[in-house]
């Protein structure tokens, strides 16, 4: 297979082989009209309501450049990654695909995305430093537009903060104390979890911290999973678990929804979707929580990092990459695109200047009693911090979840689970073909 090169830095180890195999066939890729003239487009996604948002396009905007996009529905996650890569070794991927910044690497790895930095490149300003370096993967190139994001967040119950005496913490020194304060009050009520399930919280959580799990240098990769900044936060949630301050219980669970819903469980370190997930998990106590940043580890900073999101990137198979980018810019950063985003497919839009006002003027009716619940989201999204994302998330992620469930479970050292994360992916790289630097 030929390779794009990412940057001078980062070609050789991205082209050093792909890192899923096909398994099947596709036959429902983008039309491929010429090169000039009217263009018809095809965009795979997941997020509900995209092909009305996509129907604003075609009526408007879309229909003055002759540029029409059909919005075909796919499974999300690894399924979807799986699924593009194939129709990309047959040459008969779509034109767009919504893509988890996260897979980027991977489809750049296997050469289905095109660099897009000259036409939409000048997008730049309309998103944080730390959410748009997640599509550029450290280079000059651009393989995708932001197009959602998740900064993390603490949410906590006010009325249980109030009877017990407790004080939304700021740093995480002062989130052990709260924990700890909590349980001598109410020995039957937890803080919060550690869930072993949750392999995207861990990442975000590291983020904030500093780490950079993946990076290149010269020909070959880097994996720093087990770097000081994710050795600090792994130590600190395995000291809380080991010592019984806060519960070791997966989250999305029948059980850890009821201790949501009954105030077993009275915070919650989530990302800026939580409304929409605690509207579900625990709906008797709705206008009963509220949120603030995200605990720091130097007191008086603004940085927090995500949990989710996803960007719009076109295809190399595209005949039409110019229309596309078009496409992809227009969706994540027009004004009546983001607004319909919000309104049609619930999400947090990356584009700064959509995350206050507009169609989310209003707090999530979850959270009817903070009325300044995005305006404060929007803050704290500012201080997103960079994710250093690679070819195999999806080993890290898997040996995540095996080790760090049994440390849990056990209440033992996270250490040598995080090392043992860190060896998995090491290997899983050293075994498709990818040089690994020690």
């Given at each position: 297979m030929?390779?794009?090169?990412?940057?001078?830095?980062?070609?050789?180890?991205?082209?050093?082989?792909?890192?899923l195999s096909g398994c099947g066939s596709s036959d429902d890729g983008g039309d491929e009209p010429t090169a000039s003239g009217p263009a018809s487009l095809t965009y795979w996604a997941w997020a509900p309501g995209l092909d009305k948002?996509?129907?604003?396009?075609?009526?408007?905007?879309?229909?003055?450049?002759?540029?029409?996009?059909?919005?075909?529905?796919?499974?999300?996650?690894d399924d979807l990654v799986t699924k593009i890569i194939t129709a990309a070794k047959a040459h008969k991927a779509p034109d767009l695909v919504q893509a988890e910044y996260q897979a980027l690497p991977t489809l750049v790895s296997n050469d289905v995305l095109a660099d897009i930095s000259k036409e939409a490149g000048d997008a730049k300003s309309a998103f944080a430093d730390g959410v748009w370096q997640q599509t550029t993967l450290g280079s000059d190139a651009l393989y995708a537009l932001p197009q959602d994001s998740g900064p993390l967040m603490f949410?906590?119950?006010?009325?249980?903060?109030?009877q017990y005496g407790l004080t939304v913490p700021t740093t995480w020194d002062e989130f052990a104390e709260t924990a700890r304060a909590l349980k001598k009050k109410a020995p039957d009520k937890d803080l919060t979890t550690f869930s072993s399930n949750d392999s995207g919280l861990f990442a975000g959580l590291a983020q904030q911290a500093g780490a950079k799990w993946w990076t290149t240098g010269g020909d070959k990769w880097k994996v720093a999973i087990d770097d000081p900044a994710t050795q600090k936060v792994a130590d600190f949630w395995g000291g809380l678990v080991k010592e019984g301050a806060i519960d070791n219980q997966p989250m999305y669970t029948p059980a850890w929804n009821k201790a949501l819903n009954t105030g077993k469980q009275v915070a919650w370190v989530s990302a800026v979707w939580a409304p929409g997930t605690l509207t579900t998990?625990?709906?008797?106590?709705?206008?009963?929580?509220?949120?603030?940043?995200?605990?720091?580890?130097?007191?008086?900073?603004?940085?927090?990092?995500?949990?989710?999101?996803?960007?719009?990137?076109?295809?190399?198979?595209?005949?039409?990459?110019?229309?596309?980018?078009?496409?992809?810019?227009?969706?994540?950063?027009?004004?009546?695109?983001?607004?319909?985003?919000v309104k049609e497919s619930g999400i947090y839009p990356a584009a700064t200047a959509?995350?206050?006002?507009?169609?989310?003027?209003?707090?999530?009716?979850?959270?009817?009693?903070?009325?300044?619940?995005?305006?404060?989201?929007?803050?704290?999204?500012?201080?997103?911090?960079?994710?250093?994302?690679?070819?195999?998330?999806?080993?890290?992620?898997?040996?995540?979840?095996?080790?760090?469930?049994?440390?849990?479970?056990?209440?033992?050292?996270?250490?040598?689970?995080?090392?043992?994360?860190?060896?998995?992916?090491?290997?899983?790289?050293?075994?498709?073909?990818?040089?690994?630097?020690?």
């Open positions: 030929k390779y794009r090169s990412v940057a001078v830095t980062t070609a050789a180890a991205l082209a050093a082989g792909a890192l948002v996509a129907d604003i396009w075609n009526k408007g905007p879309g229909k003055e450049a002759g540029i029409t996009v059909t919005v075909k529905k796919q499974a999300s996650g949410y906590y119950r006010q009325d249980l903060f109030k998990a625990a709906p008797e106590t709705k206008g009963k929580w509220a949120m603030a940043p995200l605990p720091q580890w130097t007191a008086g900073e603004n940085v927090t990092g995500s949990w989710g999101g996803s960007s719009t990137a076109v295809t190399n198979d595209s005949k039409n990459k110019k229309a596309a980018a078009t496409f992809a810019k227009w969706l994540n950063t027009d004004p009546a695109a983001l607004a319909a985003l959509a995350q206050t006002g507009g169609a989310l003027a209003q707090a999530p009716d979850y959270f009817s009693n903070q009325p300044d619940f995005y305006t404060e989201a929007a803050k704290i999204a500012q201080g997103t911090a960079p994710a250093a994302w690679g070819p195999n998330v999806n080993v890290a992620y898997t040996a995540f979840k095996d080790n760090f469930a049994q440390a849990a479970k056990t209440k033992s050292d996270f250490g040598p689970a995080l090392t043992a994360m860190q060896d998995a992916t090491v290997a899983d790289l050293k075994k498709q073909g990818f040089g690994v630097s020690e």
